[in-house]
């Protein structure tokens, strides 16, 4: 049987085999390890042991990846900065790439983390572009998202006058 101290309450035993069942599924980001304290009877003598089981950490997958700006003003300059990638993942101090999977072509490109302009720009030719970004981290698994940039109109007409430069009263 399991005593009642420590982590006794994620585990139960089989009554016959004796076997060490886990009543949950351990993350290593939550608890890394867990200390069970078992007791054999036999009716005749009673042994007692303290069991640390320890878990190993896997690698999880990226769940979501994030653009801080969707928004673009029309006309910018290639190399402007459209916003940065972020990922989220369960592994603490996990790094990722960054890259640019859609099979359009797009005038966008990714440095490091950075959503950057790789070409022009221009509302009246297109207002919205969805892509798909794909972040890897250090082993390999990769996770990818549809994002949406959409691009504002900017007023492209400087005013003008029509009257005269000089006037007579």
Do not use: M, W
Not at 39 to 44: K, L, Q
Not at 121 to 138: F, P
Not at 154 to 167: G, L, M, N, Q
Request: net charge negative; aromatic share 8%.
């Amino acid at each position: 049987s399991l005593h009642e101290v420590n982590d006794y309450l994620h585990f139960s035993i089989h009554p016959v085999t004796g076997e060490i069942i886990l009543l949950e599924n351990p993350n290593f980001e939550d608890k890394q390890e867990y200390t069970i304290r078992v007791i054999a009877d036999d009716t005749v003598y009673t042994s007692e042991q303290e069991i640390t089981i320890y878990v190993n950490n896997v690698n999880e997958s990226v769940t979501d990846i994030s653009l801080t700006n969707n928004f673009i003003n029309e006309n910018l300059e290639v190399g402007d900065i459209i916003g940065i990638l972020s990922a989220e993942d369960e592994d603490v101090g996990e790094a990722y790439s960054f890259t640019i999977v859609s099979e359009d072509d797009v005038p966008f490109a990714i440095v490091e983390n950075e959503l950057q302009v790789s070409g022009e720009l221009n509302y009246e030719g297109q207002q919205k572009y969805s892509i798909i970004i794909q972040a890897t981290d250090l082993e390999g698994i990769t996770f990818g998202k549809d994002v949406n940039i959409s691009v504002t109109n900017v007023d492209e007409v400087e005013p003008e006058f029509t009257s005269a430069t000089e006037v007579f009263i």
